[in-house]
């Protein structure tokens, strides 16, 4: 199989439902938002070492998440509602909160804004929560979009509370990380 096709050449795209649009519409931003995404946890993971298993499972298991919003994001509103998908469910935000609940039981509690930074994967994660926050606006633009036209809203929801839990995780996270390899958070100096 090729990599290349020429399909794109001329500014399109093909969704995963068959409608080509252009790589300028926002479901393709937003898809495109999540496989960015994804691709900074690949790097967060080759700065972790063996005895960070655990975590690289974790993230391993975000970015089968990932795949599957994506894959939503890159099918077009009307083939949704004729064949309904969803691709998160209540499970996947209440692993997000358990293990945000676990790593805050570790770390020390804030007492002030702190700076990212830190270990390499710590830095990297911070990026993936920054870049996490960019999807969730990219997905809240297709809601904005759709809801007009079609009502996909449904099919979004779990996915928009697990993007702003994700970011959550993320953040906390980057704590862990840095915790773990014996770094301080940086406080934000006012």
């Not at 499970?91 to 570790?106: A, P, W, Y």
């Not at 804004?113 to 960019?134: D, E, K, N, Q, S």
Request: contains cysteine.
């Amino acid at each position: 199989m090729k990599i290349y096709t020429g399909g794109g050449d001329k500014g399109q795209t093909s969704l995963v439902s068959g409608e080509r649009v252009f790589k300028s519409n926002i479901s393709v931003q937003a898809y495109g938002a999540v496989d960015e995404l994804s691709s900074i946890l690949g790097t967060v993971t080759a700065y972790l070492d063996e005895s960070q298993e655990k975590v690289k499972d974790e993230i391993c298991q975000i970015q089968t998440d990932l795949f599957k919003i994506g894959s939503l994001l890159a099918t077009s509103p009307k083939a949704i509602i004729s064949k309904p998908q969803k691709s998160i469910d209540e499970g996947r935000i209440k692993f997000l909160e358990d293990s945000i609940d676990k790593m805050s039981g570790v770390i020390t509690p804030l007492k002030s804004f702190i700076l990212p930074g830190g270990h390499v994967a710590a830095a990297w994660t911070h990026i993936a929560r920054t870049v996490c926050r960019r999807v969730e606006r990219r997905i809240s633009a297709v809601l904005e979009e759709s809801i007009n036209k079609e009502n996909i809203s449904d099919y979004l929801s779990l996915t928009m509370v697990y993007i702003n839990r994700l970011s959550d995780y993320f953040f906390t996270l980057a704590r862990y990380i840095n915790h773990i390899n014996g770094i301080k958070d940086t406080p934000l100096k006012k």
